[in-house]
């Protein structure tokens, strides 16, 4: 190809469905190649192709008889045991390339991205050699879940998935180009958690009626108690042991997820958290065992988070919440952590007290917070005590 003035020509052909593709021309020493097609409707994109394939040795395509035929999606999943936790090469790399504290992938995610596979990929595309994929049918895809019902938020997080798994196989030469790359995700509809107001919250965390409103169950009151004060996930305050709470603040290291037992916290951070000497206090008066503290098996395991779940959703509606309105708020259990966030700043807490207190800060911001310790949280103590009003100081009021 050195006598000739460029390395490849780029023409454009028109489809039957209207389309302009580009393809290009090669030589192979004095031998003119037949036009090859790009798949791209861009000549910038088609240029970078060829560029591509040129630095790469594979601008010149191999005969068909000498081609090693792709494998089909189905097949080399199989062969390359994808998201299958301890074999899959994709996940081995991605934590041998992050830090131990701080995994780049989870086992939990794994398994999930291993049903999205079995269950919503290969039914569909399964039989699809990788090189035969297109963008059009990646975006038909899209299409036909959201046809069976998916919102637009799962459809993306399946799609997900799958440009991982296609963006790995053009990274190592399996596929010229990933075809997800062309195409564009759904914007799911935004409905933020809903927040409780001050009044409900302060009902359901009255210590007077524990019996009236969670049937008397210490274990869940007190887990709503430690979130609504804290704005802890529900996995942070399940996680929790004997050993993690003390008199005037919670030590957070992990998160509890049945099934996996206690990993990470979701930004992989520890942290001690203020908490009032009530709030302490009401735990320690009902908890006699080591081990898990929100616990129904004397610490052997925490409660579950869907019984947790259960227990706030009944006690809302004994307050006179519905479950029609608890859905048409969109309350749950992450509601006490917006409930937190927002109770601080409204007491003109500073926003960076507030960020440290949920955890929820940015990556460049975490130094920034880092250098708050707990004796300097008495504003938020402050506001954590306005909110409980423990039963002694309403009497003196």
């Known amino acids: 190809m050195g006598r000739h003035k460029e390395d490849f020509t780029l023409y454009a052909r028109t489809m039957k469905d209207g389309r302009k593709v580009w393809y290009y021309q090669t030589w192979d020493g004095d031998r003119r190649i037949p036009g090859q097609s790009t798949g791209l409707t861009s000549k910038t994109d088609a240029r970078k192709y060829c560029a591509r394939l040129k630095a790469e040795g594979r601008l010149v395509p191999v005969p068909a008889e000498m081609q090693e035929q792709n494998p089909t999606l189905r097949e080399w999943a199989e062969s390359e045991h994808w998201w299958q936790w301890g074999e899959c090469r994709y996940l081995r790399g991605q934590l041998a390339r992050s830090d131990e504290d701080k995994p780049g992938v989870s086992h939990r995610y794994a398994d999930d991205a291993l049903r999205d596979l079995r269950q919503w990929i290969l039914p569909y595309h399964g039989d699809k050699r990788l090189d035969e994929i297109t963008p059009k049918d990646c975006e038909r895809l899209l299409f036909t879940w959201q046809e069976k019902g998916l919102s637009k938020k799962s459809i993306n997080n399946k799609a997900s998935v799958y440009r991982i798994m296609l963006s790995e196989a053009a990274r190592l030469g399996t596929i010229s ?26 009902t359901l965390l009255d210590p007077a009626r524990v019996s009236e409103i969670w049937s008397g169950n210490q274990v869940y009151y007190s887990a709503s108690l430690l979130a609504a004060v804290t704005g802890m996930r ?12 003390f008199p005037d603040h919670v030590h957070v290291a992990g998160s509890w997820a049945s099934g996996y037992g206690t ?15 009530f709030v302490y206090d009401t735990i320690d008066s009902w908890r006699a065992w080591e081990g898990f503290v929100f616990s129904l098996t004397a610490g052997a395991r925490p409660v579950g988070k869907d019984a947790t779940l259960r227990a706030l959703r009944t006690a809302l509606v004994k307050i006179g919440v519905s479950r029609a309105d608890q859905k048409q708020r969109n309350i749950g259990f992450h509601s006490w952590r917006a409930f937190a966030n927002t109770f601080m700043r409204a007491r003109g807490i500073p926003d960076a007290k507030v960020r ?12 920034h917070y880092s250098a708050f310790r707990l004796e300097d949280f008495a504003d938020v103590a402050a506001a954590q005590k306005e909110l409980l009003r423990p039963p002694e100081e309403k009497k003196s009021n």
């Not at 990993?263 to 000497?277: A, E, L, Q, S």
């Open 356 to 367: 440290m207190l949920t955890r929820h800060a940015s990556e460049e911001m975490t130094e």
């Open 177 to 202: 180009v990933n075809p997800w790359d062309r195409v564009k995700a759904f914007k799911p509809s935004a409905r933020p958690k809903g927040i409780l107001t001050i009044e409900e919250a302060r």
């Open 234 to 245: 529900l996995g942070e305050v399940l996680a929790l042991k004997g050993s993690d709470i």
């Open 263 to 277: 990993g990470k916290t979701k930004t992989k951070r520890v942290d001690d958290i203020p908490i009032p000497r």
